[in-house]
């Protein structure tokens, strides 16, 4: 009875294992050959942090006067970030935190240089913010910080695009 068990699900455990790898094979086979919009306007997300800066997810921070920093729970908010062609759009996605959200401050760096520097008050649950000729000439930077009640601010989003 127990080898017969082990045969099953053995069989079933193969059987599962194919359909994993064979139901993504056929969609993508079967919508490459049609008009693809993402493939067309070639959409990519932006990485939420840079490898290089992984504290920026752990905690919220307040920058004292003298350089110093105090480290604080993370809040609980998110943006997103889109590239269509030369176009970078950052979408406010809100979280748990938004009512503490103040406002964002939107960065943009060419080749280390602040180029843009907005602040936008406290945005609107997927509010977003548009930004034309992102990439084109060189690697760009974008970071997005949120300001807090506390006085707080958090990196929520860098990306180089």
């Known amino acids: 009875m127990l080898l017969a068990f082990q045969k099953l699900f053995i069989g079933f455990s193969v059987v599962l294992l194919i359909l994993v790898i064979a139901v993504p094979v056929y969609h993508i086979l079967n919508h490459s050959q049609g008009p693809d919009l993402t493939v067309q306007m070639y959409v990519s997300m932006f990485p939420e942090l840079a490898n290089n800066n992984p504290e920026a997810l752990v905690d919220s921070f307040i ?85 807090f009640r506390d006085n707080s601010q958090q990196i929520l989003l860098t990306a180089s695009v």
């Open 63 to 147: 920058l004292s006067p003298d350089g110093s920093l105090t480290l604080l729970a993370a809040k609980d908010v998110s943006v997103r970030g889109y590239l269509i062609g030369n176009t970078a759009k950052i979408m406010y996605m809100g979280g748990r935190d938004d009512a503490e959200l103040t406002s964002l401050n939107i960065q943009l760096r060419k080749s280390g240089k602040l180029v843009l520097n907005q602040t936008h008050p406290k945005p609107s649950i997927n509010q977003q913010f548009t930004f034309q000729n992102v990439g084109a000439n060189g690697p760009d930077e974008i970071i997005v910080i949120g300001n």
